[in-house]
Nanobody, 127 residues
Framework: QLAESGGGLVQAGGSVRLSCTAS????????MGWFRQAPGKEREFVAA????????YCADAVKGRFTISRDNAENTVSLQMNSLKPEDTAVYYC??????????????????????WGQGTQVTVSS
């Protein structure tokens, strides 16, 4: 199970740090991803990190502003969000890559590759 936390209301230009905590003993074997869904829009990829933390990838819309990280000892994956814009307003979800493999650090950015979704946390950016 995955549980997100850290969302809230923030002014444009501000920062928020989201956390996702996993239960179970296999967290370190999964690539992890963050996604978001705004009202009336489809869920979209935000960022992903490989099982070891050695590879990260961010969507163009957030590149240079958001940073994904993980702590396998604490079973957590985080998303540091800086220079927030009103268009970043959405419910943010973390999920595990169902096709993770210890043989590669490659990460995926497609929603269908991910599972074990958390309940989401709302981030609202006011202008």
């Amino acid at each position: 199970q995955l549980a997100e936390s850290g969302g809230g209301l923030v002014q444009a230009g501000g920062s928020v740090r989201l956390s996702c905590t996993a239960s179970g003993r296999t967290f370190s074997t999964y690539n992890m991803g963050w996604f978001r869904q705004a009202p009336g829009k489809e869920r979209e990829f935000v960022a992903a990190i490989s099982w070891s933390g050695g590879n990260t990838y961010c969507a163009d819309a957030v590149k240079g502003r958001f940073t994904i990280s993980r702590d396998n000892a604490e079973n957590t994956v985080s998303l540091q969000m800086n220079s927030l814009k009103p268009e970043d307003t959405a419910v943010y979800y973390c999920a595990a890559d169902l096709y993770s493999s210890s043989r590669t650090e490659a990460v995926r950015n497609t929603t269908v590759s991910y599972g074990y979704w958390g309940q989401g946390t709302q981030v609202t950016v006011s202008s």
